[in-house]
């Protein structure tokens, strides 16, 4: 059996239950990172799945006429958007991008929750159908502080999408509509996540090898 959950089914509208990672726990052959990934986490195949299935769900909450903002957290969440924002266009919904950029302040005072913009909104989203698309969530600061400053900014509706979901955000009061796994407390690499500015294209989500954090 895998060690990636699949939390309890959430019914209502505008939610949806994370996926199946499936077993996923051989490393492909190929690549220069194949030798410092330890296990896989999530395989290319479903994530492929499961982005279809978020989109599809998704897509099921607008009307034809809506036009879909999309806010990408960089850089994390850019594979994911791109692989998000061509389901959506597969499913009939026409969609825009913008990005962010945001660094939370040190991991040892986050109770403060303070979050830096490295790169803010290009244009006004008063009024839009924004859709926040994030890499994983894990303590959830950043994310409760992302949906209050967008709240601030008149959207007309905001929906979450996280591909990944850690076991702690589940403790804090933050709505994530859309959550593609809900994976353990280990840190993770690939699909636009990196460690030290690398692995982010990995085509999967993979834990390192520990002899990768003690090199020099
Ligand atoms: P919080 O705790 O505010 O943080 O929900 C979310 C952000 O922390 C980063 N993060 C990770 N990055 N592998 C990564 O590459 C991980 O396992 C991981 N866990 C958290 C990420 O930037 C995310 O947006
Ligand atoms: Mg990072």
Redo the contacts with the bound molecule.
């Keep these: 059996m895998s060690d990636v959950q699949a939390a309890p089914a959430e019914t209502s509208r505008g939610h949806a239950a994370p996926g199946d990672a499936g077993r996923g726990d051989a490393v492909p052959p190929g690549g220069w990172y194949e030798g410092d990934i330890e296990r896989v986490v999530v395989d290319e195949r479903r994530l492929a799945e499961r982005v279809d299935e978020l989109a599809a769900a998704l897509a099921a909450e607008y009307d034809d006429n809506d036009s879909v903002l999309l806010v990408g ?1 960089l850089k ?1 969440a850019f594979v994911f958007m791109a692989d998000f924002a061509r389901a959506l266009g597969r499913h009939g919904r026409h969609v825009e991008i913008e990005f962010m950029a945001i660094s ?1 302040y040190g991991q040892g005072v986050t109770s403060s929750g303070v979050v830096r913009i490295l790169k803010d909104l290009d244009r006004d989203i008063a009024g839009r159908h924004v859709v926040v698309v ?10 409760s502080w992302l949906l209050r400053y967008l709240a601030s900014r008149s959207a007309a509706s905001v929906r979450v999408v996280a591909l990944l979901r ?1 076991p702690e ?1 589940a403790t804090v009061d933050v709505d994530v509509h859309y959550v593609g796994f809900d994976i353990p407390n ?4 690939g699909y636009g ?3 030290a500015e690398r692995y982010r294209e990995v085509p999967y989500i993979g834990v390192l090898k520990p002899a990768v954090y003690t090199r020099s």
């Design positions: 957290v994390g939370s994030e890499d994983i969530v894990d303590s959830g600061l950043t994310l850690k955000a280990e840190f993770v690499v996540l990196d460690y």
